[in-house]
């Protein structure tokens, strides 16, 4: 067992430990300011309903928008001049696009008789077109080469 009569080192180490520490003392702060007394909340207004359009005014709206932007107006100075949104503008052209218009592009009538047999025609000179063009790029290439001497 250790000595404990012995009070070296150890003995300084743990009388620095038994040491109290006094706490210093804080600074004192001021008080904060008070905030300002909070405004009652205003009741809201009910939201209006929005406005609903018959379909002549749709349309009277449309083509104003359309007469604006041919004479050079911009389409979003137009659309503000009518009074309505671009969102409402763009609900309204798509709503007034016939169904059979879009159809009407991607249908194509099929050539007739003469004109599928010039089709034919202008096929085939395309192809006799390629093969030439094909063989003088060949030869322009082999000449270079020969120039360069890389043959």
Known sequence: MADESNTGPVAAAVAADAE?????????????????????????????????????????????????VSEGNTLKNAIQSAGISEQTYYHWKGAAKPVGKKDAKSTKPLPAGDEFADLVKLEEENQ????????????????????????
């Open 20 to 68: 109290v520490k006094v706490p210093t003392a804080k600074k004192l702060r001021s008080p904060r300011p008070q905030k300002a007394a909070a405004e009652p909340a205003q009741p809201k207004a009910p939201a209006a309903k929005p406005r609903r359009y018959s379909e002549q005014e749709r349309n009277d709206k449309l083509k104003l928008i359309e007469t604006q």
């Open 128 to 151: 006799k077109l390629r093969k030439r063009l094909a063989e003088k790029l060949r030869t322009e290439n082999a000449e270079l080469r020969k120039r360069l001497g890389l043959d």
